[in-house]
């Protein structure tokens, strides 16, 4: 039953004409990285598929639940495993996670899963891990301004903010972005003692604030439908303007095991069930 199965994820994968983002499955595989059935047998055997999944990441994971949490039970039942997740907090950078939970392990003995959610699919960090094969982009990340309409009924430039104050996560990219905005300009009017922007969004819910910044799927996740707020681009020329993807990662030999996941994430779009589960956390799919 076992090889049946693995017969099958091998030709659904091999059907599917797959190809991750700046780095082709099809070339791994015709460069002998891995032979199909090698990079499931242990998986299959096991009857589970083990995800890497970060800690704390709203609204992709909060105490066991999440968007991330929703597709990996997803792809795991696509290949017809039980999920048994693994989650972690993130390390100093992505390149310390991809090792620790991808081709080596913690030094504490924790990990590696068989393949690791919310990677960006970004060629410099492949370029600078060989050991991690990043596939697979499931969503495409913004950093937008959320506004209360009645306190900002325009924002087209920062500097119709006046003197209202801003909250943004100030340990991220949207933090930093507005730091440094305008030669520091809103510096004074910048409250950053947040950890992320579900928290922002939640103060500007409650009428702290003016306007909050951060990742459009964690402002999205708290004010999206709400008639009496604006989500929209930043108006900052340094925002990265077409985002940028997130997607898997596995070992780099475990070619096998990453065509199958990717022919999953492909049925799953097609489908319309990776939409789906944006959607039930209130946050709009954005294709990568």
Not at 1 to 19: D, E, I
Not at 131 to 145: C, K, N, S
Request: aromatic share 6%.
């Amino acid at each position: 039953m076992k090889a049946g199965r693995r017969r099958l994820l091998t030709q659904l994968a091999q059907l599917a004409g797959l190809a991750c983002a700046g780095t082709s499955l099809g070339e791994a595989w015709a460069a002998g990285v891995d032979q199909p059935a090698s990079s499931l047998d242990k998986i299959l055997a096991r009857g589970s598929l083990r995800v890497g999944i970060y800690q704390d990441m709203p609204p992709f994971h909060v105490r066991g639940r999440g968007i991330d949490v929703d597709l990996a039970q997803a792809l795991a039942q696509a290949l017809g495993l039980k999920l048994e997740l693994m989650p972690f907090n993130a390390d100093e950078s992505m390149n310390d996670d991809l090792r620790n939970m991808v081709w080596k392990g913690h030094y504490l003995g924790y990990g590696p899963a068989d393949v690791l959610m919310h990677v960006p699919v970004d060629r410099p960090l492949m370029d600078a891990t060989p050991q991690a094969l990043i596939f697979a982009p499931y969503y495409r990340e913004h950093i937008v301004l959320a506004r209360n309409k009645a306190r900002l009924p325009q924002l087209e430039q920062l500097a119709q903010l006046g003197r209202e104050t801003v909250a943004v996560p100030g340990q991220t990219l949207a933090g930093w972005l507005m730091l440094g905005a305008d030669g520091g300009a809103y510096q004074g009017q910048l409250n950053t003692h947040w950890k992320d922007g579900a928290e922002c969004a939640q103060a500007l819910l409650r009428g702290e604030f003016a306007a909050a910044v951060g990742l459009a799927s964690e402002l999205e996740s708290v004010l999206r439908g709400r008639a009496d707020f604006a989500i929209e681009a930043l108006p900052l020329a340094r925002a990265p303007r077409d985002g940028w993807a997130t997607g898997l990662a596995v070992k780099k030999d475990a070619v096998g095991l990453a065509q199958a996941l990717q022919a999953a994430l492909n049925t799953l779009t097609s489908r319309g069930e990776l939409k789906r589960i944006f959607e039930a956390h209130n946050v709009s799919w954005q294709k990568a």
